[in-house]
């Protein structure tokens, strides 16, 4: 089955500076690639995703890139702030066939 | 559209005793998805539902625990003669259809005494 590898596991950066989040994944089927957000206890909250048939999708100050020969898709998040500090999960599926697979997180610490 | 809703937020109960958990997904959404997530780790799919029909189960799924979508709508999880290791957040997400994305509940805290 698929298996989704996502570095690092924490990330401390300066407000205004960019944050990099990069996943692998296993399964060369994987066509669907969506990033949660999730604050202390709270839901996961999906921020941005993208498919197989694009290469990078950008909202705003977020963008994610994908390597499909590669097997890695990565997240951007530019001019951070501190209310970006959350934990991000990276996640592949076969979109229509399988439930989601994640990564195990990045706790990513905007310092101000 | 009030999101997904979970029900309750935290339950707490002794080693052995039954729990059951609910879930409201988005209204119109067939897809109903259920999750356990431990702390520091990322969900990890447990079994989901297109409609009524529960198409697919997790090895995580043991046979004390059991899940139902009876109209298609709401769902609930059951956990039998619960144990320590049962202690986890209980995410539901719910999709449109199957090319959708996936959208979460607030969970459910488990924590067995």
């Known amino acids: ?27 060369s089927a994987s066509n669907y690639f969506p990033w949660y957000k999730q604050e202390l206890g709270k ?53 229509g066939n399988t439930p989601l697979v994640f990564g195990k997180g990045t706790r990513l610490s905007v310092i101000a | ?34 999750y356990r997530q431990t702390l520091g780790q990322g969900p990890e799919f447990l079994t989901y539902f297109q409609n009524e029909a529960q198409l697919e189960k997790s090895r995580l799924l043991s046979d004390r625990f059991s899940a139902e979508r009876p109209k298609g709508s709401f769902s609930t999880l059951e956990i039998q003669r619960t144990e320590q290791g049962d202690s986890a957040m209980y995410l539901c997400a719910s999709s ?13 805290r488990l924590s067995i005494l």
């Open chain 1, 1 to 27: 089955g698929e298996n989704v590898e996502q570095h690092p596991s924490t990330l401390s950066v300066q407000e205004g500076d960019s944050a990099v989040i990069k996943c692998t994944y296993s399964d």
């Open chain 2, 1 to 34: 559209d009030t999101g997904v809703s979970q029900d309750p937020r935290h339950k707490i109960t002794k080693r052995g005793q039954n729990v059951t958990f609910r879930c409201d997904p988005i209204s119109e959404h067939n897809r109903l998805y259920w």
């Open chain 2, 96 to 108: 449109f259809d199957s090319n959708q994305p996936q959208h979460f509940g607030d969970g459910t």
């Open chain 1, 43 to 95: 839901r996961p909250q999906l921020i941005i995703d993208i498919r197989s048939n694009v290469g990078e999708k950008k909202d705003q100050r977020i963008a994610v890139t994908l390597n499909k020969t590669a097997k890695h898709f990565s997240l951007h998040i530019t001019e951070t702030q501190p209310e970006d500090s959350a934990v991000y999960f990276c996640a592949a599926t076969t979109s």
